[in-house]
């Protein structure tokens, strides 16, 4: 069974998050022949051109390869000041340079989010969405996961409480999944 690999990109530094958390039951929700790959971001340095020209720095390169060896990409983003985490846009910037080797190029990809706040993470995945078609990702357009997140909605273990919330990330777990699909199967056909 071939596997699908993807790469699992969270947006904030903290373990304890909620997205780290909405992660968690995003992957429990997947099918069984998908295969997470969790991107650490925390560690990279700000980006600056100076130091790439010096030599890319080994959290870059183990960046960058955890994005190649991906068929997909699933960013799950907080929401800071209406935008996503400098963190996060810190990493898209790194895996992007030197621009004629940007490692996102026509890769599939699909974006959700978590905040306690009613409208969930929608301006940053908003600019998100903006980002990431500059660099020629293929972003799923629907549904779009703006989750309004409450105590003990998910449990520590990534299991989803409340019915209604797990069915409805269930359906989006499936649809990134026929999303991608239709990458995958015209990148073999192109083989």
Not at 6 to 27: D, E, H, K, P
Not at 28 to 54: C, G
Not at 77 to 87: K, L, Y
Request: proline share 5%; aromatic share 8%.
């Amino acid at each position: 069974m071939t596997r699908l690999k993807v790469a699992l990109i969270v947006g904030s530094a903290r373990a304890a998050s909620l997205n780290r958390l909405l992660a968690l039951a995003m992957t429990k929700l997947a099918k069984p022949d998908v295969e997470f790959d969790w991107v650490t971001i925390r560690d990279l340095p700000i980006f600056d051109q100076e130091v790439l020209d010096a030599g890319t720095p080994p959290q870059v390169e183990r960046l960058k390869s955890q994005i190649k060896r991906a068929d997909a990409l699933l960013f799950v983003t907080p929401e800071h000041n209406r935008s996503i985490s400098a963190m996060l846009k810190n990493a898209i910037d790194w895996a992007s340079r030197p621009r004629d080797s940007s490692v996102w190029t026509g890769k599939p990809g699909a974006i959700a989010g978590a905040s306690y706040g009613r409208i969930g993470t929608a301006a940053a995945q908003q600019h998100l969405r903006a980002i990431l078609g500059c660099l020629d990702i293929a972003v799923m357009g629907q549904p779009e996961a703006f989750i309004h997140l409450y105590a003990d909605l998910i449990t520590p273990e990534g299991e989803v409480t409340n019915e209604e919330t797990r069915r409805f990330l269930q359906l989006y777990m499936d649809q990134f999944d026929l999303w991608v699909s239709r990458f995958v199967s015209a990148k073999s056909a192109a083989a």
